[in-house]
Nanobody, 116 residues
Framework: QVQLVESGGGLVQPGRSLTLSCATSGFVFSNSPMAWYRQAPGQERELVAHVNTAGDYTTYADFVKGRFTISRDNVRNTVTLQMNSLEPGDTTMYYC?????????WGQGTQVTVSS
């Protein structure tokens, strides 16, 4: 049974940082390119960042490029999103999943709120 458990969200002021973590189980993590997504209520889910299986190649959406860093740990089966210089527009729910062929069952997500 696939499990994706996101954590680390919270309320922060603009310009501050947060680190999101995703603990996974139930699939071969080391063979799976992983990604962080975000979705606001009533809006389409959008890709934030992706990391390849080895962790040495990453891509980012233009709206986070230079501010966020995705990484993975193939021993602990976790994927992390370091979020710096947060902006109010980053406020939404964040989810992790496979980059391609995401699992149908998404985690509960973690809420990020950026507000002064």
């Amino acid at each position: 049974q696939v499990q994706l458990v996101e954590s680390g969200g919270g309320l922060v002021q603009p310009g501050r940082s947060l680190t999101l973590s995703c603990a996974t189980s139930g699939f071969v993590f080391s063979n799976s390119p992983m990604a962080w997504y975000r979705q606001a209520p009533g809006q389409e889910r959008e890709l934030v960042a992706h990391v390849n299986t080895a962790g040495d190649y990453t891509t980012y959406a233009d709206f986070v490029k230079g501010r966020f860093t995705i990484s993975r740990d193939n021993v602990r089966n976790t994927v992390t999103l370091q979020m710096n210089s947060l902006e109010p527009g980053d406020t939404t729910m964040y989810y992790c999943n496979r980059r391609w062929l995401p699992f149908d069952s998404w985690g509960q997500g973690t809420q990020v709120t950026v507000s002064s």
